[in-house]
């Protein structure tokens, strides 16, 4: 368990100095709270976030779902790969629950290290049943060979640390919100 929890650190820290400019990243890290196969991390790179991720069953790829401080949630997947910036790509996502389509938009393509970044974009309903009811979900994407990268993820955990950045990430908004000064206006 110790060995995942730093593949997860070392992941998380990838994922949020690719999407910080070097003169902005503030690698603080207030928040590191284990839930099962799950942890929740505070992603303060240029953007005030809270990710709760987990990595594949081959520990070298992830899932996450961010919450940025004043914007909503969504879910992201780290994968080896390789995609070109702002393309769709079509994900079938697989649990014991049932079966899904999913759009993933690559949101960063980190090729010196072969991954790639996708934002999963309308998961849909059968996400959110899979998360409450299934301990491990599936997703695959196509590559450009014509074969499929499949990856599985573990779900034990997910449902409390997925509250859990919800949680911090409003409890942010409200900090920064009484924390204003009327002066300032």
Not at 70 to 96: F, H, Q, R, V, W
């Amino acid at each position: 368990m110790k060995k995942a929890k730093q593949i997860l650190c070392l992941i998380s820290f990838l994922v949020m100095f690719s999407q910080a400019n070097a003169a902005s990243i503030n690698q603080v890290k207030e928040v590191e709270e284990q839930y099962k196969d799950w942890v929740v991390v505070d992603g303060t790179g240029g953007t005030p976030r809270y990710n709760a991720i987990t990595t594949s069953s081959g520990g070298e790829e992830l899932l996450a779902f961010s919450c940025h401080v004043n914007d909503a949630c969504y879910l992201t997947m780290l994968i080896k790969a390789s995609c070109d910036l702002g393309e769709g790509y079509p994900l079938l996502i697989n649990a014991d629950s049932g079966a899904a389509m999913a759009q993933g938009i690559c949101i960063d393509n980190l090729q010196d290290e072969g991954f790639a970044e996708y934002r999963i974009e309308d998961p849909g309903a059968v996400f959110a049943e899979t998360v409450y009811s299934d301990t491990r979900i599936g997703i695959a994407i196509p590559m450009a060979s014509g074969k499929f990268r499949a990856v599985r993820f573990s779900l034990i955990g997910s449902q409390e640390a997925m509250a859990r950045a919800v949680e911090l990430s409003q409890a942010k908004i409200y900090h920064k919100e009484d924390s204003i000064d009327s002066g300032d206006f």
